[in-house]
């Protein structure tokens, strides 16, 4: 059990099930950059080329650190 399941069980939570969505991230962060990317033109118009940048590079560390497995995200399905 790692730090996530002790602050559930010390809160008063019984884990009843637990999921590895981190598939969900490498998609949506993907999804995100490619969509932005096309639409580069027209976000401009609303933020300039430095946050843009910014976004993109979150993106692709989010993207890249999934996939890479050096950042997860688990679902708990618990009760009280």
């Known amino acids: 059990n790692g730090e996530n399941e002790r602050l559930l069980e010390e809160t008063g939570f019984k884990n009843k099930h637990t999921q590895d969505v981190t598939e ?43 996939k890479d497995r050096r950042l997860s995200r688990f679902m708990y399905c618990c009760e009280k």
């Open 24 to 66: 969900n991230i490498i998609r949506t962060s993907n999804s995100w950059l490619v969509a932005r990317q096309k639409r580069k033109t027209a976000l401009l118009e609303y933020e300039d080329e430095e946050k843009f940048n910014g976004i993109q590079t979150f993106l692709k560390t989010t993207h890249q650190v999934s």
